[in-house]
């Protein structure tokens, strides 16, 4: 089968053509960008690209694709689209591809949740990899221990990082209610994407939507400590629960907890032991609540906690999470993906253990739709509260804008440390303010959900400079 996909170049959809290629069909695919890295791994996987939405494309085909699969990013009126839907051209969703044509087959074990989604699926799929079960995968990011973000897999077991994001401009459900899991991992639940869901409760919907595709025989393995997922649950669930937390009540939870690692309690028993190498990039405790999570899920399948542990020694982080970037002169610079406020939080906390009572700059971009709308602007300030300084970029104007005032928002922060918080809508000039700032052992962390112009690596530039 010839499958064309429009929107390839994303994470996601840039996963699926992998997966489609290695099953054995014709892969080809277009996008508005079509740029290193993504177009470097899919042009070695053999998959022809296009440069953007034409719809002349579809006459560079010697015959129409049999199948055209669409991606999120792909709204009406975007020319090619319009094209498809005016010639009556088959099309479908990439989580319904998936879902239909991979994972009906397969034992699905899906992770959901606000936070941590693509590194407790990254733990989990290195869990099952490391004790030879070679699963297929499909991960938000670059799990290090593995060379690509996306596999087929060559045995029953599927890992999947399962997003509430809606599936395309046809079809509003959550993609993950196409995954049918049957373990699912419901990490934690707070309100985002607010350019989709109006609210907490909708959010709740769709994930309770998610419960009810787990079969009986199947497993849920629960966040005990998130009130949100309490209300998820008790919406109805016809398949058990284990609930993890950090608290003795929960059937799975912590003890021990230090900076290289934990131990693992199952119903007030000590089953396994978790240290972190030292170059795992792992940190924090939240670090900790996802690996106890991957191994409650690991022990559905009969990877025992020991088993699963002995494979998280070997865990390195994916790319983009708490990643050192570079030292000069003696400053640290990380890359984290973190844009929510309780992910900037918790990805500082984690830092902060790491390096005690080291300065710790904090350069913030906050350009996620939810972000930008502002609709979690009140909770940034105390979300940064651990950092020693923060510098923040907000684009003035253009498709990333903020819709608000940086300044006004951050000045909490300056109420008794004057400058401790600047904002900036020009990045040259954020960029000589932090290297103004940086002193020998200093950590500067790097935090958006986008390239950030190359920020991380214009300030080591700048760094080199520096006496």
Known sequence: MHIHILGICGTFMGGIAAIARQAGHRVTGCDA??????????????????????????????????????????????????????????????????????LFSRHVLAVAGTHGKTTTAAMLAWILEFNGYKPGYLIGGVPLNFTVSARLGEGKYFVIEADEYDTAFFDKRSKFVHYRPRTALLNNLEFDHADIFADLAAIETQFHHLVRTVPSDGLLVVNGEEPALATVISRGAWTPVERFGQEAKNKWSLASQAADGFIAIKGGKEVATVTWAPDSGVMGRHNQLNALAAIASANHIGISPTDAARALAEFKNVKRRLETIGITNGITVYDDFAHHPTAITTTLDGLRRRVAAARILAVLEPRSNTMKLGVMKAQLPNSLQVADKVFAFGASSGKEALGWDLNEVLSPLNAKELDRAKAFDDLDALIIAVTKEAKFGDHILVMSNGGFGGVHQKILKALEGKK
């Not at 792909?74 to 990439?94: C, D, F, H, K, W």
């Open 33 to 102: 960008n079509v740029y290193p890295p993504m177009s470097t791994q899919l042009e070695a996987q053999g998959i022809e690209l296009i440069e953007g939405y034409s719809p002349d494309q579809l006459l560079q085909f010697e015959t129409m694709p049999d199948l055209f699969v669409i991606g999120n990013v792909v709204s009406r009126g975007n020319p090619l689209m319009e094209a498809i839907l005016n010639q009556g051209l088959p099309y479908t969703s990439g989580p319904q591809w998936l879902g239909e044509q991979v």
